[in-house]
């Protein structure tokens, strides 16, 4: 995913990204966001960036949660 985005990163106006398996909370499937948002970061990219996902427990929490993991990476 990182090399995909160094290579079209001028083309991106979204991003998208789900964890997988499941699409549950940010951090508790196979992707690593704090190396997404640090190369977005390092790109200088400023468009949107989209976290689905599916609570397992309390949303307002889960909603924080992801806030704070994207916005520790920059």
Known sequence: MIEKLEKSIDLVGLVHIADVPGRHEPGTGEINY???F????ELR???Y?????EPMGDPVA???SARELAMSSR
Do not use: S
């Not at 640090?38 to 970061?41: E, G, I, T, V």
């Not at 960036?49 to 996902?53: L, R, S, T």
């Open 62 to 64: 889960a909603l924080r």
């Open 45 to 47: 990219y400023d468009g």
């Open 49 to 53: 960036a989209a976290m689905e996902f």
């Open 34 to 36: 704090a190396n997404i």
């Open 38 to 41: 640090r190369k977005l970061a």
